[in-house]
């Protein structure tokens, strides 16, 4: 027999999905239009404040529900948790604005490499992909991939910057852009394990150490 | 008639006829008190209460002796049946769910229904005979045996009364069991153990049947536990069917008297207990 | 089903059993292998249980899992029942209170017992309620006495209410306020260990309240053990949590973390209201 929360769980949990799928296609479309040289800020813009939106309404709704319900064991977590995802989402949108932002900024970045950005850009969207359906489907082992994948994303990054710091002369654009970006990937990879880290959470109550 | 308007009128006819029977029945009270003193208060003066017979077929002594040998047996009654009765009813209440306490459940209420006129007989046989004497202990063995299982019926009844709750919190509190149960029980269950108590003594007050067979009567005030005595209902009788004017005017100031003593009885320990319903602290 | 095993939960083994919790010590009061019958009606088996000093243990179960029956054991009310039994031991401060020879009254005083519904006696004043406790066990000085009645009314948030007229019929509080004075009467006897028969189930919600704050007081000196079927105020009001299901237990742990990640699945699916 459903209870009175169970209504407003399918709610939380339908307002989170619509939030993955969002964050996943900003960020997306962010790294695509960067590799491919267009500037498509006006979309990720509006797209990333959606994902603004959006969290706000989350947080409500889970505070409402905690506050009417009060809500123990699994429900509990599962509510902690889908605040912690729509932030999540909510950042991956904010660092997509900002990589857009970088193209608006430097202008043509064409004869940048574009190939360390690229491999970070799949790795990334690679990760969201995963950590969203292991959020969705509860899978424990599929959200352990993260850290290895993370790892990738992280590498990627440091040895750009100890490459970069150890050039003489360089294309400072592309140095700049180039380190901003990766930032941002990084940051957006962090996030995605994050959201990989609710999910033996939700399931067995098992938090994972903050490095 | 409309549905609602039936209900109505069976409703009303209902509480009419409840009223009435009300009524009806607060007819006979009303009218026997209204006989009794209308009959009896002209003869009642200090010297009535006071003196002794005086001789048959003149007017003049009253029924002192009678007062007393009432005050008496009913004071000696209560000192032998009420404590008895209290305390059997105390046991089949707190510990007698089980077959020892049936049995004597039974018997009490069997007692209970016997005619008191056999009741006297058997005290006649078994004391008076036997000690060769009417006397007042006879009549007070008896008075007690009648009054026994009305005050054991009802101490138990108003001790079931008690909701458990109250013994469980005073045995979870490190009483014992005794302890809970005059203490706390029989404190909470006191207004109907007294008032049965009440109950019983208006009820062998007025009891003449007994009285014939055990203390006989007499012209004279108190004279020995072992001596006959004379009551209000046995000189109540005896006057009634003397032929004398006087003596049926004594017999209603007689009548009258028995009842004032009831009612003031009755009222005066109301009064008593309903003072108690809001303790005092236990401090002086 | 994953079991977590943390060391501070109590929880099934491979066998089914639970094991008895390795940390004993300030353990005012346990249980080794309780069973209880009404009749031969068995309705706790094997229960190993423990209280703490100055903590409150709350136990939660759906309806006739046993939860009375079980506080009513640790002091030796329920063989009051007829045809009631029991079996096991009840360890209190390191020695059985159902050994041979140990004198139920003397448990009773140690133990105390508050009822679900507030049971004052009727025709007793304020002040003769609180005292009940002291004065009929033979204790008559009245400086005493006065001292016991003011403190324990202090203890139970119930002093300024009442002050003014100690004489007033015990009957004629509220019930919030009955309530309160029969844990008073309850703390008046200074027992080293109060039980709670579901306290707060007659109560309003501001009754309740007033009656947890109470709780949360008389901790620091007590040992309270308190049955309940709201969860939340088990979560509320307790440091520990048993949880009860058709007389077994099924899982004993720290509130905060039985609440937020229970190891069985039964408590999981009580605590959300699958069930019960």
């Known amino acids: 027999m459903p209870r009175l929360m169970d209504i407003g769980l399918e709610k939380l949990r339908n307002m989170v999905l619509d939030m993955a799928d969002l964050s996943q296609n900003t960020v997306s479309t962010s790294i695509d239009a960067f590799v491919q040289g267009r500037d498509l800020r006006d979309r990720i813009y509006s797209w990333s404040e959606e994902l603004r939106m959006l969290q706000d309404e989350v947080s409500e709704l889970a505070v409402e529900l905690i506050a009417r319900y009060q809500p123990v064991a699994s429900d509990l977590r599962f509510i902690k948790s889908c605040m912690e995802v729509a932030y999540g989402f909510s950042r991956f949108g904010r660092y997509a604005h900002d990589i857009s932002d970088v193209v608006g900024i430097f202008g043509d970045l064409s004869n940048c490499d574009r190939q360390t950005i690229q491999e970070a850009g799949s790795q990334a969207k690679d990760m969201i992909r995963v950590s969203i359906k292991a959020f969705t489907e509860r899978d424990v082992e599929l959200a352990g991939r993260l850290k290895k994948m993370d790892d990738v994303v992280d590498n990627i990054y440091l040895d750009f910057v100890k490459k970069s710091a150890l050039e003489r002369e360089g294309n400072l654009k592309c140095i700049v852009s180039g380190t901003l970006i990766l930032r941002y990937l990084e940051r957006i990879a962090d996030h995605a394990t994050y959201v990989g880290e609710t999910v033996p959470y939700i399931v067995s109550g098992e938090r994972a150490a903050r490095k | ?284 | ?276």
């Open chain 2, 1 to 284: 008639m409309s549905n609602y308007s039936m209900r109505r009128f069976k409703d009303r006819l209902a509480l009419w006829i409840g009223a009435l029977c009300a009524v009806l029945a607060m007819i006979p009270l009303i009218s026997i008190l209204y006989e009794v003193v209308k009959n009896g208060a002209s003869t009642i003066n200090v010297d009535f209460l006071t003196a002794a017979p005086g001789v048959i077929g003149q007017a003049g002594g009253g029924i002192g002796p009678a007062i007393q040998g009432t005050l008496i047996l009913v004071g000696l009654t209560i000192i032998i049946g009420v404590p008895l009765g209290v305390l059997s009813g105390i046991y089949l209440s707190e510990f007698g769910d089980n077959p020892v306490g049936r049995v004597i459940r039974f018997l009490n209420d069997v007692l209970a229904e016997f005619p008191s006129v056999v009741i006297g007989v058997v005290i006649f046989t078994l004391i008076v005979l036997t000690f060769r004497s009417f006397s007042v202990i006879a009549g007070a063995l008896a008075l007690s045996i009648i009054m026994l299982p009305i005050i054991t019926r009802s101490t138990e009844e108003s001790l079931k009364l008690v909701p458990n709750s109250i013994r469980d919190a005073s045995m979870a509190l490190g009483i014992r069991r005794w302890r809970t149960t005059l203490s706390v029980v029989l404190t909470t269950a006191r207004s109907g153990v007294v008032t049965g108590i009440l109950l019983a003594i208006a009820r062998v007050a007025g009891e003449s049947a007994p009285l014939v067979f055990t203390i006989l009567g007499s012209q004279y005030f108190f004279s020995g536990l072992s001596s006959p005595m004379d009551a209000l209902p046995l000189r109540i009788y005896r006057l009634a069917l003397l032929p004398y004017p006087y003596a049926q005017a004594q017999g209603w100031g007689a009548a009258l008297v028995l009842i004032l003593m009831v009612l003031v009885v009755n009222i005066g320990v109301r009064w008593a207990t309903r003072g108690r319903l809001y303790s005092r602290r236990s401090r002086p």
């Open chain 3, 1 to 276: 089903m994953t079991l977590v095993q943390t060391e501070k939960k109590q929880s099934l083994s491979s066998e089914g059993v639970v094991q008895p919790l390795k940390t004993l010590e300030n353990s005012k009061v346990r249980t080794e292998d309780l069973n209880a019958w009404y009749g031969n009606n068995q309705v706790l088996k094997k229960l190993n249980i423990e209280a703490r000093e100055h903590s409150v243990t709350a136990i939660i179960g759906p309806s006739g899992c046993g939860k009375s029956t079980f506080i009513r054991c640790l002091n030796r009310m329920h063989e009051l029942v007829p045809k009631a039994k029991t079996s096991g031991r009840v360890i209190l401060d390191g020695s059985d209170i159902y050994a041979k020879g140990v004198d139920p009254v003397t448990i009773r005083r140690r133990v105390g017992m508050v009822f679900q519904k507030p049971n004052p006696f009727p025709t007793m004043s304020v002040y003769d309620n609180v005292a009940a406790g002291l004065k009929l066990n033979g204790e008559r000085n009245h400086a005493v006495l006065d001292r016991a009645v003011q403190r324990s009314l202090e203890s139970a948030f119930l002093w300024d209410e009442v002050k003014g007229d100690l004489d007033k019929s015990g009957a004629s509080l509220s019930g919030g306020q009955q309530q309160r004075l029969c844990i008073a009467r309850a703390l008046a006897v200074e027992p080293e260990v109060i039980l709670m028969d579901e306290p707060c189930s007659a109560l309003d919600p501001i009754a309740t309240a007033k009656i947890e704050e109470l709780i949360a007081s008389i901790k620091e000196n007590y040992t309270v053990v308190i049955v309940t079927h709201n969860m939340q105020q088990a979560a509320r009001v307790s440091d520990f949590t048993a949880f009860l299901y058709l007389g077994q237990l099924i899982e004993y742990g720290e509130t905060t973390s039985l609440f937020e990640n229970p190891a069985e699945e039964l408590t999981e699916r009580y605590l959300t209201g699958k069930f019960g």
